[in-house]
């Protein structure tokens, strides 16, 4: 029987093998960016540094308005697993992939909350109001959108309905008309693309920095970073009170079976 000779390799080769990878690793690594550029203001980084983190590589929806892979999705169509009304399993009817606001002096109503909360976000957000519509001014097809439970971008048929301008479709309520109307007529599907900017607390609960928000609506630019007064309130002018960091995304029951799909949310961080 022939016996296998054991073949030791030095450990000094073995090491010198090791940096030689190492090595050729940084040489295939790019060169990228500069270091004799002015430093950015906070002293990290230079203008056009390649040590800089990568962005990280996000996947968009395959169609317009779809979620993109780093979206928390909080309806798909099929269920309300990730809401609540009240701290209760949410009542809200489920059809067609859209849940239905309650109509008035159903089971199931108020205002539904998100189970997730948020701070500075991007929402996205798709509605539809009744058809055939009901009501004027106010009382035709209202809702609301409310981030962090408390700042409302109003939902309303303004589709040839006239109604005060801070409550029309993409009003920040009781504060900013929206700069145009762009609203579609009524059971046809409407878009929100909100970017906010929670607002910051001093540690006395005065107001660092207010809210802030931008709306498309429909693709249209109707809030261009309006700096908020305070939370929603009605026939009163809105001031702050010190709160949390973050809170929960939430539609408001005014008793109009308005529809809701598609509703996804981003976080948005600080840039390294």
Known sequence: MTRRRRILVPTALLALAALGLIARGQQDKPKLGYKDTPMLP??????????RPQPPVVTPGQQPGQAPSDAVV???????????VGGKEAGWKVEDG???VPP????????ITSK???????IHVEFATPDPPKGKDQGRGNSGVLIMGRYEVQVLDCYKNLTYPDGQTS??????P???NASRPPGEWQTYEIIFTAPRFAKDGSVETPAYATVLHNGVLTQNHVALLGP???RALAKYSPHGPKGPLAFQDHGNPVRYRNIWVREIKDPE
């Not at 906070?42 to 040590?51: A, L, N, Q």
């Not at 008035?104 to 205002?111: D, E, L």
């Not at 997730?116 to 991007?122: N, V």
């Open 42 to 51: 906070g002293g990290k980084w230079h203008v056009h540094d390649g040590d």
């Open 74 to 84: 909080l309806f798909d169509g099929k269920d309300l697993s990730k809401w609540q």
């Open 98 to 100: 859209a849940m239905i």
């Open 104 to 111: 008035s002096g159903t089971k199931g109503g108020g205002t």
């Open 116 to 122: 997730d909360e948020f701070g500075d976000c991007q």
């Open 171 to 176: 009003a920040i309520y009781g504060q900013y």
């Open 178 to 180: 929206p700069q145009v």
């Open 232 to 234: 929603m309130t009605f």
